[in-house]
């Protein structure tokens, strides 16, 4: 099996269907923002304070190589919203795993992180609007996933469920 990553934007589920697939597959799942926070001792949202968002995708990109060596065998990881921001960082992972697209739509997303005040790119202006900018920008390197799944009226387990039976 090759290593699955989970991509899409905040608040599309990644870590807890993450999570689920681990459980369901008996593999280690891997939430990069999490294993970010520990080696740097910050909250994602300090980081991007402190030393701003171009350290932090240099430290995300980094991150995601050393979980690849040596390759990893069997293992779930859920990305930051932006990691397939970098070219070199989404080629990797397109080359290296099968990456797939947890795809929902922005007032879902929206309804789902509302009162979360550890968003980064939204701590300003939480919106619909935001939201939909974000994603606009963003899908392009989205829909380079090698598989996309509608998240939507979905619970977790159903979405976990569904990617199973595509994998």
Avoid: W
Avoid at 41 to 70: A, D, H
Avoid at 100 to 110: G, M, N, Q, R
Avoid at 115 to 122: A, V
């Amino acid at each position: 099996m090759k290593t699955i990553i989970l991509t899409g934007m905040m608040g599309a589920g990644k870590t807890t269907i993450a999570h689920i697939l681990g459980k369901k597959l008996n593999i280690k799942s891997i939430d990069i923002d999490t294993l970010i926070e520990q080696n740097e001792g910050e909250k994602i949202s300090e980081i991007f304070s402190n030393k701003g968002e171009e350290y932090f995708r240099k430290i995300e990109k980094e991150t995601i190589r050393n979980i690849f060596t040596p390759k990893p065998e069997n293992l779930v990881i859920s990305l930051g919203g932006g990691a397939l921001e970098n070219p070199e960082t989404r080629e990797f992972l397109l080359d290296n795993s099968t990456v797939i697209y947890l795809k929902t739509s922005p007032k879902i997303i929206y309804e789902r992180i509302k009162n979360n005040t550890s968003r980064p790119l939204l701590c300003d202006n939480m919106s619909v609007e935001k939201i939909t900018e974000i994603l606009e920008k963003r899908e392009a390197n989205y829909q380079s996933a090698t598989i996309t799944i509608t998240t939507d009226n979905k619970t977790p387990n159903q979405i976990a469920e569904e990617i199973i039976g595509v994998l």
